[in-house]
């Protein structure tokens, strides 16, 4: 069982940058994939970045050149670098990992596990 842990989500103004981390608290030599997602009020969970092994990432349009998904060299860590926010990013924000080669055409629901959610909120 993998648990993951978010921080680093709070306010900022639209131009401004946040960084999320989110911390996996047990073994990770199972995980194949890490990805962050997010989910607005009354809206689905969507998808923001990927991250799997050997590096391969990809980002949704509405983020791509803005965000950056990274992970530290243990492979403990994800983060998120979200430059250039837009009111439009507000969201609860929430870290995932898989055993499998996932990529951003999965939907949420089949990855394994979940973190509890750290909220962005984006004001103009």
């Known amino acids: 069982q993998v648990q993951l842990v978010e921080s680093g989500g709070g306010s900022a103004q639209a131009g401004g940058s946040l960084r999320l981390s989110c911390a996996a608290s047990?073994?990770?030599?199972?995980?194949?994939?890490m990805a962050w997602f997010r989910q607005a009020p009354g809206k689905e969970r969507e998808g923001v970045a990927i991250?799997?092994?050997?590096?391969?990432?990809s980002y949704a349009d509405s983020v791509k050149g803005r965000f950056t998904i990274s992970q530290d060299n243990a492979k403990t860590t994800l983060y998120l670098q979200m430059n250039s926010l837009k009111p439009e990013d507000t969201a609860m924000y929430y870290c995932?990992?898989?055993?499998?080669?996932?990529?951003?055409?999965?939907?949420?629901?089949?990855?394994?596990?979940w973190g509890q959610g750290t909220q962005v909120t984006v004001s103009s």
């Open positions: 995932a990992a898989d055993g499998r080669q996932l990529s951003m055409a999965d939907s949420w629901f089949v990855w394994d596990y």
């Open positions: 991250r799997c092994s050997g590096g391969r990432t």
């Open positions: 047990t073994s990770t030599y199972s995980i194949y994939c």
